[in-house]
């Protein structure tokens, strides 16, 4: 790479996040990012609709990306969300207390998962897309609301049962992809390196805040430990973004192939000495471990091992529904009641982020 990429890293607290929350934006170059006038994507991180902080964007993270991006006067700004096949994004919007931020701020919605909401038409990116091609021989189709647009991407800083850590790369699978979405999985390393190559034609530029007040630790996206760790990452670089995550909770990128891959195709900074890292000082290796749970102890044999042979029989056909019908058991029933529910009850009552979250309020005057 030719030029650094700048990350900036700044702590933070539940008195001050707002005002830090633009201060990363400032620092991690949103100006230069978004150089001109143009729609701002809004690409919330709703992983779960069930209010498990570390996991979702949460509603500090959005509120201070809008107010950052209204004091710069860029947008519109408008509010992409998508579905999974084990999420509700509108239960998901109000259980997070996204809902509300959006309402006080007028922020214009689209769910892109309704076709009566949005509509994907076919196009073919410049770059080559050799890991989408794989699930996509018909062709590649993406929201037609997202073509010239500039992306602003909302993760948080989490681990991940598929790809070992989880950021704003990842955050562009749900709003790129529609249907067959999840056959993607058994390629998922080269399909994001692929969707980092359709954005940087997609969008005019692309941005993102990473929440990393409390970060997810264990087997990831959902079922996690929430650590309190009090910072924000900005970038207009998600690679660099990402890999900087990687390496504050003690994973070496080079070591994960999402990144290898990426830094093979020049589509974002991996190395340290290619990353201008500004901002406050803080402690790198915090010791995170993906570790397994029901989900990938059968994931990983249909997605990567022994048993990729029956992915037609058991993804592609009518049985895919128990599939589903057996994650939201094991994620919504079981994890969240036993587990889930008593974590986040210990967060709300020993973490200024639990204590914010409940109490929680857009200071929006009006809608302005």
Known sequence: ?????????????????????????????????????????????????????????????????IRALKAAELGPLIAVHNDTVVTNPKDGLK???????????????????????????????QAPTPWLDKVYPEGLAFPELFHGTYVFHLPTVKTHIYTTTTGAVKNSFGGLLNTKRHYCHSWIHGVLADLVAVQKELHRGMFAVADGTLAGNGPGPRTMQPVEKNLLIASADPVAMDAVAARLMGF?????????????????????????????EVDF?????VGDNLASSVGDPLWFGAFKG??????????????VAGSHV???EY??????????AKVATESQW???FASYRPQADGGA
Request: with cysteine; proline share 6%.
């Open 354 to 356: 639990g204590r914010l």
């Open 95 to 125: 259980q997070l207390k996204l809902q509300p931020v959006y309402q006080a701020y007028g922020i214009e919605q689209h769910f892109v998962n309704d076709p009566k909401d949005v509509r994907w038409t076919p196009w073919r990116p």
């Open 335 to 344: 994890w969240w009641r036993r587990h889930g529910r008593r974590r986040m």
């Open 285 to 289: 290796g915090w010791g995170f471990e």
């Open 252 to 280: 070496d990128p080079w070591e994960i192939e999402l990144f290898q891959e990426c830094a093979s195709r020049d589509l974002g900074a991996v190395d340290e000495k290619d990353i201008d890292l500004v901002g406050d």
């Open 330 to 332: 094991y994620h919504d």
């Open 310 to 323: 029956l992915q037609y029989l058991m993804f592609r056909t009518p049985l895919v529904r128990f599939f």
């Open 1 to 65: 790479m030719t030029e650094k990429s700048t990350v900036a890293i700044v702590r933070t607290s539940a008195k001050t996040v707002l005002e830090d929350v633009a201060r990363v934006c400032e620092l991690g170059g949103l100006d230069r990012a978004f150089a001109g006038d143009g729609p701002v994507i809004l690409k919330d991180n709703i992983t779960w609709h069930l209010p498990f902080l570390s996991a979702n964007t949460t509603p500090w993270q959005l509120e201070g990306a």
